[in-house]
């Protein structure tokens, strides 16, 4: 079976066992290339419904995950999204589908920054999105996502691929009103994941979904490395 069949069973099973209902995101999901942002010795496990390891002790979030933080996020076309964590790209190439999609003209396009804290990482995960075709799309740089990334600020919309013990107050600053946030909170062992939207004054609204399990988020406003 190739990748792209491969591909399609996996947005099915994703649709039949509850995790994927918004059509927008299956799209994204059918467009993306997960093998091209997996280490060659993993890519038969690619459409799995599992978590990967890619390298200095960080994983690719199982499709599941993916497919349910992108619904919370709900990113929409033209957007400014700012992603904590690049780890292989994946992710990123996902919410550019949404905010940026190939069929809109390159001035309506939105745009993700994607910020990671391990250079080597952030340069592979540069050329597996360079490799997917979305380069111009999305932005990779390396720091420390728990600060976020001021210099394209404010976000209409931001995710979290790191467990934080707190969402970090500098990600909730650099949210414009009206903007989303997704991340997963709470100790090393276990979190939920968190839905924050950010009103007029300031004001925020927080609700919690379903548990989850990542890798801690190092940094000033996360965990110590």
């Known amino acids: 079976m190739g990748f792209e069949e491969a591909r399609r069973r996996l947005v099915e099973y994703l649709r039949a066992a509850g995790f994927l209902r918004s059509e927008r995101v299956a799209r994204a999901l ?25 390298g200095y002790g960080q994983t690719v979030s199982a ?13 929409r076309p033209g957007e400014r999204v700012l992603e904590v964590g690049t780890g292989s790209g994946y992710q990123a190439a996902v919410l550019a589908e949404l905010v940026a999609p190939s069929d809109w003209p390159p001035e309506g396009w939105g745009h ?29 740089v390396v720091g420390d996502g728990s ?8 976000y209409d919309a931001i995710i979290v691929t790191a467990a934080a013990p707190q969402v970090p107050p500098p990600l909730v600053e650099q949210l414009k009103p009206g ?7 709470g100790d090393r062992w276990a979190q939920r994941l968190v839905v924050l939207r950010k009103g007029p004054g300031g004001r925020v609204e927080v609700e ?9 988020l190092v940094g000033e406003y996360g965990w110590e490395a």
């Open 63 to 75: 499709p599941s995950v993916v497919a349910r933080m992108t619904e919370l996020l709900d990113p």
């Open 112 to 140: 993700v920054w994607s910020i990671e804290r391990i250079p080597g990482l952030a340069e592979r995960a540069r050329r597996n999105l360079e490799a997917a075709g979305y380069a111009g799309r999305v932005t990779v």
């Open 208 to 216: 919690e979904d379903i548990e989850v399990l990542f890798v801690p």
């Open 147 to 154: 600060r976020g990334y001021p210099p394209a600020a404010p």
């Open 179 to 185: 903007g989303r946030l997704v991340a997963p909170v």
């Open 30 to 54: 059918l467009r993306v290339p997960r093998e091209l942002f997996v280490p060659p010795e993993y890519r038969s496990l690619a459409y799995e419904d599992r978590p990967l390891p890619i």
